[in-house]
């Protein structure tokens, strides 16, 4: 099936640094979503991404959606230590009609540094 | 809280055994969509309903079924369960179908032993 390639696979952060993270594909996305999961709960819409080119900010998190609509990145800035979970890239084919399940990336796990 | 609704919060149950998992959806939205999660095969999409009608199919199992009813909630039905349907189950819904972002309940996590 189709794969979403998210890096890094982890990282950790000291209050106040910048993250960034990023998801590629090989095939052609009509959308990309970025979600945060904490545990015990589900993920949670950060930021939605619709045009090819596309920078949308939500707060201190920035997204955008690759030219080539085959990669999109997020960037968080100034962390703070709420800031600590799994991050999660997802995309929509075109698979026209009202179909519109997600492709899900494996994931970003962001964590304190001891 | 993303309006989502979903219970259980937590299933144990034993293989070979059904089990019902149910969701209700954001207030107005007519889309259904089901997600398993796992450690080894991450957020996979199950199955999607719109204003009733499966709409899409992901790598679901033959001994998986949904259904959505006239209400909109939907229910996922899974059946003679084996040690490896262990995971998380996500249902997640949107106002329509197509380029509209999903939103997740907080699953449901079904453990067979």
């Known amino acids: 099936g189709q794969q979403l390639n998210q890096s890094p696979q982890s990282m950790f952060i000291q209050e106040g640094e910048d993250v960034s993270m990023n998801c590629t594909s090989s095939s052609i996305f009509n959308t990309w979503l970025w979600y945060k999961q904490d545990p015990g709960e589900g993920p949670v819409l950060l930021i939605a991404?619709?045009?090819?080119?596309e920078l949308t900010s939500n707060g201190r998190l920035t997204a955008q959606f690759g030219i080539t609509r085959k990669d999109s990145f997020l960037n968080i800035s100034a962390s703070i230590p709420s800031d600590v979970g799994i991050y999660f890239c997802?995309?929509?084919?075109?698979?026209?009609?009202?179909?519109?399940?997600?492709?899900f990336g494996k994931g970003t796990k962001l964590s304190v540094k001891p | 809280d993303s309006g989502v609704t979903q219970t259980p919060k937590h299933l144990i149950t034993a293989t070979g055994q059904r089990v019902t998992l149910r969701c209700s959806p954001r207030s107005g939205d007519l889309s259904v969509y089901w997600y398993q999660q796992s450690l080894d095969q991450g957020l996979q999409f199950l199955i999607q309903?719109?204003?009733?009608?499966?709409?899409a199919k992901g790598n679901i199992l033959e001994r998986f079924s949904a259904q959505q009813f006239p209400d909109l909630h939907s229910e996922l039905n899974l059946s003679s369960l084996e040690l490896g349907d262990s995971a998380l189950y996500f249902c997640a819904s949107s106002p329509g179908g197509g380029f509209q972002p999903q939103h997740f309940g907080d699953g449901t996590r079904l453990s067979i032993l």
């Open positions: 997802a995309g929509q084919l075109d698979y026209g009609g009202s179909q519109g399940n997600l492709i």
């Open positions: 991404l619709y045009k090819a080119g």
């Open positions: 309903y719109y204003n009733g009608e499966e709409r």
